[in-house]
């Protein structure tokens, strides 16, 4: 009876270790496959990880190479531009800064402004320099705003030439012609200065991190009988990007980092900036000519000027003359004939001279701008003055006379 009870139990028991056997076998199956595919994943991981390295050392090399920063680099903006945007390559200087330039405090925006998808490129054909420019101070700065591309660009004088610094992308006025009058929303077209910075704090919203005053309407604009004023060269509103504008009542407008970078460069009273529809460019030969006849004129006025030979020195103004004072030919005559009656002696002195050709006169009429030192037995002055000249058959003659302030 005891065996026949013990065969009875055999047959569950050994069918359940069979169970046991195979389920250890199944899961030590699973196990072994489990592992052998996190070490593959495992590997691909590293793989990935080597690659991405090594990816990244290549890159770094060829940045390296190529003068560009790391990726993981921020860059920040320098004060002053540095990079040209000119297809051709320009030898770089480091001029100093005129002695008389004083920083403008700017504030700092309080949105980063992102960068135009607009890229501007300007090509400055060999031998040729922009026809606005003729002469200007060693390292002076100076600026081209081009109505037709929407684009403000920079320019250094070095070495008797002018090389671009860089190109900024801008907007204008939505009256795409010369300004005639107030409200026409135009932006005017000539060579104006700019006259000083109003910070943001001190402006609306609209004008962001602050705006540069250009000197519309200058002489010439008055004598043409144009009107307006407040023509400015500013930034946007903070919680704005400039792709947001289409256009202005008359005004420049740049990103606010661009009027952080201009801060930097501007001299205020002196820096020209030039409004043309397209920029040309022309002979350098041709404008160096240009340059010394005019240069000429201006010391042969001097000297006339220094003599007290009243007579000749009037020879020197067109008849159709005014100055800021609004004096014409006959007062200004009558009133030097005055002073120079009680002048035993002249001595005049003309520094950082800049010579301007506003671009559509077929170089008829030039601006120029320099720092005049006037002493005589009975009085004495420093100014920065405006001659403006216009070329006739008899040559060059002064129809106007303004000092930068």
Same mark, same amino acid.
């Given at each position: 009876?005891?065996?026949?009870?013990?065969?009875?139990?055999?047959?569950?028991?050994?069918?359940?270790?069979?169970?046991?056997?195979?389920?250890?076998?199944?899961?030590?199956?699973?196990?072994?496959?489990?592992?052998?595919?996190?070490?593959?994943?495992?590997?691909?991981?590293?793989?990935?990880?080597?690659?991405?390295?090594?990816?990244?050392?290549?890159?770094?090399?060829?940045?390296?190479?190529?003068?560009?920063?790391?990726?993981?680099?921020?860059?920040?903006?320098?004060?002053?531009?540095?990079?040209?945007?000119?297809?051709?390559?320009?030898?770089?200087? *480091?001029?100093?800064?005129?002695?008389?330039?004083? *920083?403008?405090?700017?504030?700092?925006?309080?949105?980063?402004?992102?960068?135009?998808?607009?890229?501007?490129?300007?090509?400055?054909?060999?031998?040729?320099?922009?026809?606005?420019?003729?002469?200007?101070?060693?390292?002076?700065?100076?600026?081209?705003?081009?109505?037709?591309?929407?684009?403000?660009?920079?320019?250094?004088?070095?070495?008797?030439?002018?090389?671009?610094?860089?190109?900024?992308?801008?907007?204008?006025?939505?009256?795409?012609?010369?300004?005639?009058?107030?409200?026409?929303?135009?932006?005017?077209?000539?060579?104006?200065?700019?006259?000083?910075?109003?910070?943001?704090?001190?402006?609306?919203?609209?004008?962001?991190?602050?705006?540069?005053?250009?000197?519309?309407?200058?002489?010439?604009?008055?004598?043409?009988?144009?009107?307006?004023?407040?023509?400015?060269?500013?930034?946007?509103?903070?919680?704005?990007?400039?792709?947001?504008?289409?256009?202005?009542?008359?005004?420049?407008?740049?990103?606010?980092?661009?009027?952080?970078?201009?801060?930097?460069?501007?001299?205020?009273?002196?820096?020209?900036? *030039?409004?043309?529809?397209?920029?040309?460019?022309?002979?350098?030969?041709?404008?160096?000519?240009?340059?010394?006849?005019?240069?000429?004129?201006?010391?042969?006025?001097?000297?006339?000027?220094?003599?007290?030979?009243?007579?000749?020195?009037?020879?020197?103004?067109?008849?159709?003359?005014?100055?800021?004072?609004?004096?014409?030919?006959? *007062?200004?005559?009558?009133?030097?004939?005055?002073?120079?009656?009680?002048?035993?002696?002249?001595?005049?002195?003309?520094?950082?001279?800049?010579?301007?050709?506003?671009?559509?006169?077929?170089?008829?009429?030039?601006?120029?701008?320099?720092?005049?030192?006037?002493?005589?037995?009975?009085?004495?002055?420093?100014?920065?003055?405006?001659?403006?000249?216009?070329?006739?058959?008899?040559?060059?003659?002064?129809?106007?006379?303004?000092?930068?302030?």
């Amino acid at each position: 009876m005891r065996d026949d009870r013990s065969n009875s139990f055999s047959v569950p028991v050994k069918i359940g270790i069979g169970l046991i056997a195979l389920l250890f076998i199944l899961n030590s199956a699973f196990l072994y496959l489990f592992v052998r595919e996190k070490k593959r994943n495992n590997d691909y991981v590293r793989i990935m990880k080597e690659t991405n390295e090594k990816l990244l050392r290549v890159r770094e090399a060829l940045n390296r190479q190529s003068g560009a920063p790391p990726a993981d680099t921020v860059v920040k903006p320098s004060p002053a531009p540095a990079q040209p945007t000119v297809a051709r390559s320009e030898p770089k200087q *480091a001029p100093p800064a005129p002695p008389e330039k004083k *920083a403008v405090q700017v504030e700092e925006p309080t949105k980063a402004t992102p960068p135009l998808e607009r890229v501007v490129k300007l090509v400055v054909p060999p031998e040729s320099t922009p026809a606005p420019f003729v002469s200007a101070d060693a390292g002076e700065i100076v600026l081209i705003c081009e109505k037709d591309s929407k684009t403000l660009h920079v320019f250094r004088f070095g070495n008797g030439r002018f090389s671009l610094v860089k190109s900024y992308p801008c907007i204008i006025g939505a009256n795409n012609g010369d300004k005639r009058k107030a409200g026409d929303a135009a932006t005017p077209k000539g060579v104006y200065f700019i006259m000083r910075f109003t910070p943001g704090s001190k402006l609306p919203g609209d004008y962001g991190t602050g705006a540069f005053v250009l000197s519309y309407p200058n002489l010439l604009d008055r004598k043409n009988g144009k009107q307006g004023n407040g023509i400015w060269l500013h930034g946007h509103d903070n919680k704005k990007n400039l792709n947001d504008l289409l256009n202005t009542k008359g005004c420049i407008v740049v990103t606010n980092d661009v009027i952080k970078e201009l801060s930097a460069i501007i001299v205020p009273q002196s820096t020209p900036i *030039a409004i043309v529809d397209t920029l040309k460019f022309v002979p350098q030969k041709d404008q160096r000519a240009a340059g010394e006849e005019i240069k000429g004129f201006v010391s042969s006025w001097r000297h006339a000027w220094e003599s007290i030979n009243t007579k000749k020195y009037l020879s020197f103004y067109s008849s159709d003359f005014i100055n800021n004072e609004g004096m014409n030919y006959d *007062a200004f005559r009558n009133y030097k004939e005055k002073v120079n009656s009680n002048k035993k002696s002249i001595l005049i002195k003309v520094e950082r001279t800049a010579i301007l050709l506003p671009q559509d006169h077929e170089n008829k009429l030039a601006v120029v701008r320099f720092d005049q030192r006037y002493q005589s037995n009975n009085y004495k002055s420093d100014s920065r003055k405006l001659l403006y000249l216009k070329k006739s058959n008899h040559g060059w003659q002064i129809i106007g006379e303004s000092i930068l302030h």
